[in-house]
């Protein structure tokens, strides 16, 4: 049958298997064409048959679900991939499946419907990118891929100023791309929409009742796009929702469909061991540690990054910001890289008056005081962080515009 999905089911419980197998059968577009009890059986099904998609569960005998999946995709990348999870895995099931690059998966228990939009969803993406054939899309990925970039902005504790600085630093980028985005992950509380004196009648909370799988027409349905360009996600009310309510699942998916349609992402998370954070740097591009410039801060920010680094997150991927730099007498600039053993990518100055100003009023200091001391370090940082691509793009877009004349 023509455009038929073939779909390889590996599944060692024979029950579980035979349930997949009922839910997708009744569908005229998808028939199941194998089947395996095991990693190694699941790899020579799949190259036998050679089907659109494949089932993987992770936790597979003899060879594991990412272990096949990271095979196959090697081999046979014509071939989608979707992994299932039984909703147990720890941290480093998650850290592996981001860096062997798999994005899609299943959690037990599934739903028909759940199932067949994955299905349907994997075997599309892949017949696109087998039209634009192999060595074209190559060099397609190579192209674009620098032109979508996700900033996670998180800190060791609480007070380091990470919101200020992921607000601003979008406000910024906005100047020299029109496709930017700025979502708050902050369930406890997040403040981004009071820093923009923004008050959304949709939130990230309408996202999450009854959550079961997004696209980006949902995405935007909950977005306000602010005066100064910026695309903005808002926490709901502080209280309104736990922050353990927004899971992996949820936040993978929120970013791989802003991913598409953004170049650029800015993404302030909550407290650093939250689901959602961890979840949200490992999809990330760029991984903003704030630290504050006093020794508490600077030895807790010293630990966070060990932490990172053992839990394998790359150290390329990891850039440090030291935040109210000129705010110690004691501690010289200089000092701060020897005490985190990091490198420092830059000191956002101290400047009391003006953050409590622009906080109060509203006004992203960027905008308002785009020629002080500490606004000049932050857009220095966001030009750094834009996509090239995206910059030069924008550049020529707004050439000649005045900074954000939305404040006049």
């Not at 054939?133 to 032109?147: F, I, Y």
């Not at 109210?324 to 053993?341: D, H, M, Y």
């Amino acid at each position: 049958m023509e455009g038929r999905i073939n779909v390889v089911i590996a599944e060692n419980e024979l029950a579980e298997r035979e349930k997949l197998k009922s839910l997708l059968s009744g569908e005229a577009d998808i028939q199941v064409v194998g089947e395996a009890r095991d990693g190694r059986e699941c790899l020579d099904v799949v190259t036998r048959q050679r089907p659109n998609i494949v089932l993987i569960k992770q936790d597979l005998p003899v060879l594991n679900g990412i272990a096949a999946a990271e095979q196959i995709s090697a081999d046979m990348p014509e071939v989608g991939v979707i992994l299932v999870l039984t909703g147990h895995e720890g941290e480093e099931v998650w850290h592996k499946m981001l860096r062997a690059g798999i994005r899609e998966f299943l959690t037990y228990p599934i739903s028909g419907d759940r199932l067949l939009e994955e299905v349907r969803k994997v075997s599309s993406l892949q017949s696109k990118a087998a039209k634009k054939g192999g060595a074209a899309a190559a060099v397609a990925h190579a192209v674009e891929a620098p032109s979508r970039r996700i900033v996670t902005v998180t800190g060791p504790r609480g007070g380091c100023g990470k919101t200020v600085i992921a607000t601003n630093l979008a406000v910024a980028m906005a100047n020299t791309s029109e496709k930017i985005a700025l979502l708050d992950l902050n369930l406890w509380g997040g403040d981004i929409a009071m820093l923009l004196d923004m008050t959304p009648r949709r939130t990230l909370g309408d996202l999450l009742p009854g959550f079961g799988g997004i696209d980006y027409d949902v995405i935007d349905s909950v977005m306000v796009k602010h005066a100064c360009g910026v695309s903005v996600l808002a926490a709901p009310l502080t209280g309104t929702f736990d922050g353990s309510t927004l899971s992996r699942y949820m936040v993978q998916s929120i970013l791989e469909a802003v991913r598409e349609h953004y170049e650029c992402t800015v993404v302030d998370t909550g407290y650093a061991n939250l689901e959602s954070t961890l979840a949200a740097m490992d999809y990330s591009d760029v991984i903003l540690v704030v630290v504050g410039m006093d020794l508490p801060r600077l030895r807790d920010g010293k630990l966070y990054l060990k932490n990172l680094m053992a839990a394998n997150y790359p150290k390329e991927k990891i850039q440090v910001v030291v935040n109210r730099a000129s705010g110690s007498k004691e501690i010289f600039p200089g000092e701060v890289e020897s005490i985190l053993e990091f490198p420092v990518v830059a000191q956002i100055p101290n400047d009391d008056g003006l953050v409590g100003s622009s906080v109060n009023l509203g006004q992203p200091l960027v905008a308002a005081n785009p020629h002080k001391q500490l606004s000049k370090a932050i857009i220095s940082l966001a030009e750094d962080l834009v996509p090239a691509q995206a910059g030069a793009a924008g550049g020529r877009k707004r050439a000649g515009a005045r900074w954000f004349s939305f404040l006049q």
